[in-house]
């Protein structure tokens, strides 16, 4: 299916199910909007999958690694051999998105989509590598426009494998040192803010190293001047393989009616990209925490989203995804399992 293809396929959210769903949960035992986030959230879900009474979802996790070839400017705390280090430990089960996945009850699936090293044949990682790691976006265009659209493609490909697999819930995740230095200069771009405004300390920089992380983002936008009239130039210009990918990810889902629960700063990134390609994604979403990272409130904000969470989270991977997807599936438990006044014999107010 070509790209254009997917976009038409995404259709607006069924506001009949939701007006059902929200009826079921006004008769209810309790006072009248009495559990907040978790009424809005389940007649969001009965919105996205049309399903009034639901069973509770299966859930997946896909945490994309890719390598940033802008990380050579130093705005990292970390080298760049951390990704396929981290790789190898989501594959262990060791990393935080892993224990949360557990805690959660829901998988983890890795993608290497770009990371600049060879893994041979290791189990469990799915790998789809487009090229092993975007080039130094402060110098010349991160990705060809045909490198953005593969990897567009390929989160595409792996959300519609997951609906026909049955997951009717999928979270996003990413690893990738120097990955929030694109991920800035995608939402300077989408939202018009000012670099300085959006940019953060990802790891852990210090004031100078933050300085030089404002000037090569606002470099790469000077030298490439990314259209964000056209999101896939945007990506391809100044982003990054593993934010194509999951914005790719997000297209699929919507296209298969399957809710997407963001993560941090990087998911939010992607899915401006994937708002920007087809804003009916938008309804698609569900924003599992807001990040202490500097420009993820102005994603919330462009995207009209309301985090679920706010634990001061910054790492990244599909933690903040993990906790999300568990209030989702608990939202969808007070629809479906909770009683309502008359099947409990309950007096309801006067």
Do not use: W
């Given at each position: 299916?070509?790209?254009?293809?997917?976009?038409?396929?995404?259709?607006?959210?069924?506001?009949q199910s939701a007006a059902k769903a929200q009826a079921r949960l006004d008769g209810l035992t309790k006072p009248l909007g009495s559990l907040g986030r978790?009424?809005?959230?389940?007649?969001?879900?009965?919105?996205?999958?049309?399903?009034?009474?639901?069973?509770?979802?299966?859930?997946?996790?896909?945490?994309?690694?890719?390598?940033?070839?802008?990380?050579?400017?130093?705005?990292?705390?970390?080298?760049?051999?951390?990704?396929?280090?981290?790789?190898?430990?989501?594959?262990?089960?060791?990393?935080?998105?892993?224990?949360?996945?557990?805690?959660?009850?829901?998988?983890?699936?890795?993608?290497?989509?770009?990371?600049?090293?060879?893994?041979?044949?290791?189990?469990?990682?799915?790998?789809?590598?487009?090229?092993?790691?975007?080039?130094?976006?402060?110098?010349?265009?991160?990705?060809?426009?045909?490198?953005?659209?593969?990897?567009?493609?390929?989160?595409?490909?792996?959300?519609?494998?997951?609906?026909?697999?049955?997951?009717?819930?999928?979270?996003?995740?990413?690893?990738?040192?120097?990955?929030?230095?694109?991920?800035?200069?995608?939402?300077?771009?989408?939202?018009?803010?000012a670099v300085a405004e959006v940019t953060g300390r990802g790891t852990g920089i210090d004031e100078a190293g933050h300085a030089n992380k404002i000037q090569?983002?606002?470099?790469?936008?000077?030298?490439?001047?990314?259209?964000?009239?056209?999101?896939?130039?945007?990506?391809?210009?100044?982003?990054?393989?593993?934010?194509?990918?999951?914005?790719?990810?997000?297209?699929?889902?919507?296209?298969?009616?399957?809710?997407?629960?963001?993560?941090?700063?990087?998911?939010?990134?992607?899915?401006?990209?994937?708002?920007?390609?087809?804003?009916?994604?938008?309804?698609?979403?569900?924003?599992?925490?807001?990040?202490?990272?500097?420009?993820?409130?102005?994603?919330?904000?462009?995207?009209?989203?309301?985090?679920?969470?706010?634990?001061?989270?910054?790492?990244?991977?599909?933690?903040?995804?993990?906790?999300?997807?568990?209030?989702?599936?608990?939202?969808?438990?007070?629809?479906?399992?909770?009683?309502?006044?008359?099947?409990?014999?309950?007096?309801?107010?006067?």
């Open positions: 299916m070509t790209l254009d293809e997917v976009v038409r396929q995404i259709q607006p959210v069924d506001q978790l009424e809005e959230t389940a007649v969001r879900y009965a919105a996205i999958t049309g399903d009034v009474k639901p069973n509770v979802p299966r859930g997946v996790v896909f945490t994309f690694a890719a390598d940033h070839g802008v990380a050579m400017e130093g705005v990292s705390a970390y080298p760049s051999e951390v990704t396929p280090q981290m790789v190898l430990n989501f594959l262990r089960g060791g990393a935080g998105v892993n224990v949360l996945a557990r805690h959660a009850g829901v998988e983890v699936r890795v993608v290497d989509i770009g990371v600049a090293h060879d893994f041979a044949m290791v189990p469990g990682l799915i790998q789809k590598k487009v090229m092993r790691g975007t080039r130094n976006l402060r110098r010349e265009p991160a990705m060809s426009r045909t490198e953005a659209a593969q990897a567009l493609h390929i989160g595409i490909d792996l959300a519609t494998q997951a609906a026909c697999e049955g997951i009717g819930l999928i979270g996003t995740g990413e690893m990738g040192i120097g990955n929030t230095t694109p991920s800035a200069a995608i939402t300077a771009v989408m939202t018009g803010r090569v983002i606002q470099d790469a936008l000077d030298r490439h001047r990314p259209d964000p009239a056209d999101a896939v130039d945007v990506v391809a210009k100044v982003g990054g393989l593993e934010i194509a990918g999951l914005a790719g990810l997000i297209l699929g889902a919507a296209a298969a009616r399957v809710p997407v629960v963001l993560d941090g700063f990087i998911a939010g990134a992607a899915a401006l990209i994937a708002v920007g390609i087809q804003p009916l994604c938008r309804d698609y979403l569900i924003a599992s925490h807001r990040s202490v990272e500097r420009g993820h409130q102005a994603i919330l904000d462009h995207l009209g989203l309301t985090a679920l969470l706010d634990l001061d989270l910054r790492l990244g991977e599909g933690t903040g995804a993990c906790l999300g997807m568990g209030l989702v599936q608990a939202s969808i438990k007070i629809l479906t399992e909770m009683a309502t006044f008359d099947e409990a014999g309950v007096s309801q107010r006067d």
